[in-house]
């Protein structure tokens, strides 16, 4: 147990932008607690390029962020082993993207329970132990997406855009209290989410980004770690806009 460092919870670190976000804690010298849903070879990696880069400390919890039992277990480890919760990364998401027409309920449910339920369900368990502290970093990994839509993802920017909202509401509820709530909105950034577009896709989209490339992992970590730092402290309620200038 180190009580000393701040401690972070992250989930869906097992890849693309929550492993970077974990490493990026770790290198801090944070206690990382990293959710990842089922994949115990790819946490397994998570962890080893962790302890291979820093100074902090790192546990795992198993499980779907859209049940109740997952959050409560993350908050149950983080307390257990580091006594206290300073940032929350609710960052686990998924797509399953089809036009309106055809997009079936279920897939509409599943996706606003993993990226906006699974949200809800973790910020309101840590509620207690930060409000005790007087001290909390809340950052929802929402998407340009949930600001300016886009067809074939009614369900996905339906959860993001949701994210946006219960970001402002919960910054309203707890900004007399030093914990901050803010929203990171990434814009094309490569990983195995975006990989599966064909090239023609990704060149589409690369020629609206001013930047004039996809962005990367470390560019959403570094973000994150920047609202989650200590003198980020009056910052909240804020789309923290990480896209290449593609949504401006
Ligand atoms: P990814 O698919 O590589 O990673 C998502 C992670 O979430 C995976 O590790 C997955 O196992 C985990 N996850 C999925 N369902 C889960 C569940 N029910 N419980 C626990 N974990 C679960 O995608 P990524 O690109 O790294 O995306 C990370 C976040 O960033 C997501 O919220 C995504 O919507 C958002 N985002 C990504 C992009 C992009 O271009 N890649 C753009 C905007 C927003």
Redesign the pocket.
């Known amino acids: 147990m180190d009580s000393n460092k701040r401690t972070a919870i992250v989930?869906?670190?097992?890849?693309?932008?929550?492993?970077e976000i974990a490493i990026s804690f770790y290198k801090k010298g944070y206690n990382v607690v990293m959710?990842?849903?089922?994949?115990d070879k790819?946490a397994e990696e998570t962890i080893r390029l962790c302890k291979e880069s820093g100074d902090g400390n790192i546990i795992s919890v198993k499980?779907?962020?859209?049940k109740e039992d997952?959050a409560r277990a993350l908050v149950d480890a983080a307390m257990n082993e580091f006594g206290a919760i300073d940032v929350v990364v609710n960052?686990?998401?998924?797509?399953k993207d089809t036009l309106m027409a055809m997009m079936k309920t279920d897939d509409f449910d599943r996706v606003i329970?993993?990226?906006l339920k699974?949200a809800f369900l973790l910020t309101q368990k840590t509620l207690k132990p930060m409000m005790k502290k007087r001290y909390g970093r809340i950052i929802n990994?929402?998407?340009?997406?949930g600001v300016h839509g886009n067809a074939g993802q009614v369900n996905?920017a339906a959860s993001?855009a949701g994210l946006i909202g219960m970001t402002k509401s919960i910054a309203k509820e707890l900004a007399g209290r030093n914990i901050t709530v803010n929203a990171v909105?990434?814009?094309?950034?490569?990983?195995?989410?975006?990989d599966s577009l064909s090239d023609k896709t990704k060149d589409q989209i690369k020629s609206t980004i001013p930047a004039g490339r996809?962005?990367t992992?470390d560019d959403?970590a570094n973000a994150v770690l920047f609202l989650a730092d200590e003198k980020s402290g009056y910052i909240t309620g804020q789309v923290l806009m990480v896209d290449g200038g593609m949504g401006m």
């Open positions: 989930t869906g670190a097992a890849r693309g932008i929550g492993r959710n990842y849903a089922g994949n790819a499980g779907d962020v859209s997952t960052n686990a998401g998924i797509t329970d993993v990226n699974g990994i929402s998407s340009v997406v996905y993001k909105a990434p814009g094309m950034i490569a990983t195995d989410m975006t996809m962005g992992p959403i």
